[in-house]
């Protein structure tokens, strides 16, 4: 019982680490005038910065920002699935004299091939907006140091 205990509490703060880096990719650092800058100055050099960051890495965060709906498994395979096997079975059935039986035979397999279907993609979906999520957190990091460096480099304290 305490290994369960010890597992859920690892996960729990693997979890927590990974939402909080998440996190940091994905918001704006705070940038600090360390040499006095006027508020509208430091408007200009975040919107310079901004526009550097873009050229240098190649990531625009407003077009990342509006990319595409995460990818979601499609429904309706058992339903499918139990309506194939039923065909199948009642077939079956009939030839081995009661196509009732061999349709609910059939349905029943079906509706379970179905479910495994839905479930294997539900995983791949899954996967794929991981990796989606990944790639989004990687570019966001990549532009964010990048306006940091720019930040810094016109006199302003960034964390």
Known sequence: MRQVRFLTVGLSVTALVLSTNVAQAQSKPVAYPAKGQSTQQQASDDNACNGWAKQQTGVDPAQLATSPPPAQA??????????????????????????????????????????????????????????????????????????????????????
């Open 74 to 159: 499609q429904s309706g395979q058992r339903v499918r699935g139990a309506a194939g096997g039923a065909a199948m079975g009642a077939v079956a059935g009939a030839i081995g004299g009661d196509a009732g039986k061999g349709a609910a035979a059939g349905a029943a397999v079906g509706t379970m091939a179905g479910g495994m279907q839905h479930r294997q993609q539900r995983r791949q979906a899954d996967a794929q907006n991981a990796q989606v999520s990944a790639n989004k957190e990687q570019a966001m990091g990549s532009y964010w140091q990048a306006w940091r460096a720019c930040m810094s480099g016109k006199g302003y304290s960034v964390q």
